[in-house]
């Protein structure tokens, strides 16, 4: 059986989530930044400012369209295209703050999703969001 990450490298193909790693993403974003000798404008600030801009461009392409309009983007390749490439300026930074501050994001992945579990039991909302008291809709 062939080795899809060895097999994706040796077309000049970019590897897929089925076989990249944090580690191997985080370590692209670091290379491409010290390659242009960006860590002096890196700095935590800087970068949650990069992200907060880049979420907002990410945004504009659902804007003004409905819930189920939202869910059929991906049937319209040119919009996808823009959206893919934003959704990626978004991660891109938000390896680049992991990197600039040390944070293991897949230990700190797992931690938050263990503490939401408590706080938003299956039970109380399956099927539902917001607040636990009686059916006020709002999300906390």
């Known amino acids: 059986m062939s080795d899809p990450a060895a097999d ?14 944090v580690a191997e993403l985080r370590d692209l974003v670091r290379r491409f930044v010290d390659e242009r000798d960006w860590n002096q404008f890196h700095a935590p600030k800087n970068l949650t400012m990069a992200l907060s801009i880049e979420a907002a461009e990410l945004m504009e392409h659902f804007q003004w369209l409905g819930v189920e309009e939202s869910r059929c983007v991906g049937e319209r390749p040119e919009v996808m295209r823009d959206v893919e490439e934003e959704l990626v300026d978004v991660l891109s930074y938000t390896l680049a703050i992991a990197n ?9 992945i797992h931690a938050k999703m263990e503490k ?9 909302f ?9 059916g006020r809709g709002t999300a906390e």
Not at 8 to 21: E, G, L, M, W
Request: net charge negative; charged share 25%.
């Open 100 to 108: 600039a501050l040390d944070i293991d994001l897949a230990s700190t």
């Open 126 to 134: 399956r099927g539902r969001y917001g607040s636990r008291d009686a």
């Open 116 to 124: 939401n579990a408590r706080k938003y039991p299956v039970e109380e």
């Open 8 to 21: 994706s490298q040796s077309t000049n193909q970019a590897p897929h989530d089925s076989v990249s790693t």
